[in-house]
Antibody, heavy 124, light 108 residues
Framework: QVQLVESGGGLVKPGGSLRLSCAAS????????MSWIRQAPGKGLEWVSF????????NYADSVKGRFTVSRDNTNNLLYLQMNSLRAEDTAVYYC?????????????????WGRGTTVTVSS | EIVLTQSPGTLSLSPGEGATLSCRAS???????LAWYQQQPGQAPRLLIY???RRATGIPDRFSGSGSGTDFSLTINRLEPEDSAVYYC?????????FGQGTKLEIK
């Protein structure tokens, strides 16, 4: 079935960098916007970023703007999140999720497929 | 940024009972952009409702959503033990998403 699998999480020191990946399968990846959402330990969900289907449009939460960069490879069905200048408060499980369906021109916005997440820990 | 406030924080109910979860927005939200998610312990969130009242694929009709403007609700009828989870509302607006802080539903 439709699947998203995140990877790339780990332990990194404050100020360090990490790149997360999300591999998509069994759907036409290039037809969808994609989002990153994170969840700090014991906390709620926080939207981080999204990228348009072509990759030409991106947006970020204020908390990560200027430090994180989202990108995608539609040939290989991959979504990325480059995280720089990491802080302790970036510690979280990071989920990728399938977002807006460009092909159908839907009037609705929601995230209907989620990966299992990858854990990022920022600590010295 | 639109802030979503969910209530109650925690709800403890028995199997077979009904639950109503509230989501209040700091400003008006289009029904097209309001969704609800369920997150069971240790799992990724799952889409329940989109467009404020449309059930996602495979979601039983015990789950229903309603509301408009700034007040939205998720109703769960005939509670089952597997409904124990945290429920989040989400809105899209201004080219960004925000989530409510979640309501924890405990089935006694």
């Amino acid at each position: 079935q439709v699947q998203l699998v995140e990877s790339g999480g780990g332990l990194v020191k404050p100020g360090g960098s990490l790149r997360l990946s999300c591999a998509a399968s069994r759907f036409t990846f290039s037809d969808y916007y994609m989002s990153w959402i994170r969840q700090a330990p014991g906390k709620g969900l926080e939207w981080v970023s999204f990228i348009s289907s072509s990759g030409g449009y991106t947006n970020y939460a204020d908390s990560v703007k200027g430090r994180f960069t989202v990108s995608r490879d539609n040939t290989n069905n991959l979504l990325y999140l480059q995280m720089n200048s990491l802080r302790a408060e970036d510690t979280a499980v990071y989920y990728c999720a399938r977002d807006y369906d460009v092909l159908t021109g839907s009037i609705y916005y929601y995230m209907d497929v989620w990966g299992r997440g990858t854990t990022v820990t920022v600590s010295s | 940024e639109i802030v979503l406030t969910q209530s109650p924080g925690t709800l403890s109910l028995s199997p077979g009972e009904g639950a109503t979860l509230s989501c209040r927005a700091s400003q008006s939200v289009s029904t097209r952009y309001l969704a609800w998610y369920q997150q069971q312990p240790g799992q990724a969130p799952r889409l329940l409702i989109y467009g404020a009242s449309r059930r996602a694929t495979g979601i039983p009709d015990r789950f229903s959503g309603s509301g408009s403007g700034t007040d939205f609700s998720l109703t769960i009828n005939r509670l089952e033990p597997e409904d124990s989870a945290v429920y989040y509302c989400q809105q899209y607006g201004g080219s960004s998403y925000t989530f409510g802080q979640g309501t924890k539903l405990e089935i006694k």
